[in-house]
């Protein structure tokens, strides 16, 4: 379909609440459908609307595995702790050590508006919860232990042994 601008921090697109899906239409079909060739095209695991400017409720994840669209999510339960370095599309080039939940279950419609849940242990658990936080205008920023750092510095190498 076609490659999305992604919206770099600071942009006030990304910090505002967005509003849910009430149907699905063509529309929003090609929007999703962008959304994953964007993610792709920028070597993501997860995308948000508000990334490509539009303010609803919708992520695409990929984490290996093969494409996840959630429409509406809504995280019904979270477990344990992992800690990690994590990275944002719309911050290229940095990255932080940021404590999210080891385990997530989250319940969504999908691009055909079937609802589902879906649980998700380790980077699956972090990407849901990263994404969700983009449709409520949080940047992960804001969960950072410590300072961000340029991907690939030494900071990087220093912070995983702490």
């Given amino acids: 379909m076609a490659i999305r601008q992604i919206r770099i921090m600071g942009d006030e697109k990304l910090e505002k ?3 849910p899906v009430t ?6 079909q090609e929007l999703i459908q962008d959304m994953l060739d964007t993610m792709y095209d920028a070597n993501g695991v997860g995308l948000a609307a508000p990334q490509v400017g539009i303010l609803k409720r919708i992520v695409v ?7 996840v669209v959630l429409v509406n999510p809504e995280i019904l339960e979270t477990s344990g702790e992992q800690t990690g370095q994590e990275g944002c599309l719309s911050l290229p080039g940095q990255a932080g ?4 939940p080891n385990y997530v279950k989250v319940r969504a419609f999908d691009e055909n508006m079937q609802e589902y849940e879906l649980e998700g242990e380790e980077l699956m658990a972090r990407a849901i919860c990263h994404e969700c936080d983009h ?3 949080i940047m992960y ?3 950072v232990e410590g300072q961000l750092f340029d991907v690939g ?3 990087e190498e220093d912070l995983e042994e702490e």
Avoid: F, K, N, S
């Fill in 135 to 137: 449709l409520d205008g």
């Fill in 61 to 67: 994840i990929d984490i290996g595995e093969g494409p």
């Fill in 97 to 100: 050590i940021v404590t999210r």
């Fill in 153 to 155: 510095d030494e900071a």
């Fill in 17 to 19: 609440v967005c509003r």
């Fill in 23 to 28: 149907e699905m239409t063509p529309r929003t």
């Fill in 141 to 143: 920023v804001r969960h």
